[in-house]
């Protein structure tokens, strides 16, 4: 069937439903749409061309198809509604760490269909700003180049440019680890810690970023680009992140909106695992999972951080 499916109708997936409907028909599926207005990205609303159903059998004429949910539910919506979604291009649009098996999005697409491609679309771009219209880069990454190139061409707009990279590795964690530590940006600035120690987290924290992708097997130059470096300095500099506004609020000793994805928080716990096993030093995603688990007061925080032995960067 011609056209792009897109599973999940919250922020993203309706941003995008927005941006692609501008060079063709797609069809969204997602629970609690009422009409054509979206309830995570008010005040827009799903041009014509936008088919909406809640029911997954829509979708099973799609050779491709968007996978926009929460990092944390994919795996659940594999097994469940997406049994139907056998033997096609599975792209995963959520950035984040599985907590119970440890995988990042392509790894669970692939243990729940084994006979699906898995690719991931990923970068620094906030729904709302993608729903507009803005200009916007991210990367689409898939194993096989073949595909990646179809995927590349069929889901770029004049407005909406990918590049793309066989990276799957580099860019799945680029965009899961961002949101780490833009967490911690988040909380530096909410406790008023100042520009120059947020600075210094983004730098350090990308410098964890690196070490534990390199070692997964990621190339330098992923972490260097869109899904990287680039969404790290979106997110850590961005009050329209949630991850960001939700450190603020922990920072600033606020409680804040408990109905919404806020990917970091899981994230940090299956990363702080993985590098405990791995024994590589992730300092500021450590401090980010004990913070979030209420395991750690923010002095004390500080206090680790800033006394960790000098050594050379
Ligand atoms: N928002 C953004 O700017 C961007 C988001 N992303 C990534 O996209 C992913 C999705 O985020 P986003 O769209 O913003 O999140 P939202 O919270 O806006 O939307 C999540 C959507 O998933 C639905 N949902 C939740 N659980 C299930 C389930 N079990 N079955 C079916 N639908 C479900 C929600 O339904 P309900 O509303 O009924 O709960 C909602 O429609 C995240 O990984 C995020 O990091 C990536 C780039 C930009
Ligand atoms: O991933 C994003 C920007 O690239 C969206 O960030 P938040 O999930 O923190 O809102």
Known sequence: M?????????????????????????TLWGRGLQGRALRRLPGVD????????????????????LLALPMQVLAAFLQGDGAALSARRLIACCKGMDLVSGRGPTGVITAARPDAVAAVLTGPSFAADIARGLPTALTLACADDATGADLQARLSTPVLRLYRTTDVTGAELGGALKNVIAIAAGIVMGAGLGDSARAALMTRGFAEMQRLALDLGARPETLAGLSGFGDLVLTCTSAQSRN????????????????S???GVATAQAVTRLAAEKTIAMPVATMVAALTAGRLALPEAIELLMSRPLKQE
Do not use: C, W
């Not at 439903?17 to 797609?26: K, Q, T």
């Not at 829509?58 to 050779?63: K, M, Y």
């Open 2 to 26: 011609s056209g792009i499916a897109i599973v999940g109708a919250g922020a993203f997936g309706g941003a995008l439903a927005v941006a692609l409907a501008r060079r063709g028909p797609v």
């Open 46 to 65: 799903l041009p014509e061309n936008v088919t909406v159903t809640a029911e997954i059998t829509d979708l099973s004429g799609f050779d491709t198809v």
């Open 244 to 259: 960001f506004r939700y450190g603020q609020a922990l920072g600033a000793g606020r409680s804040f909106d408990g109905d």
């Open 261 to 263: 994805t806020v990917e």
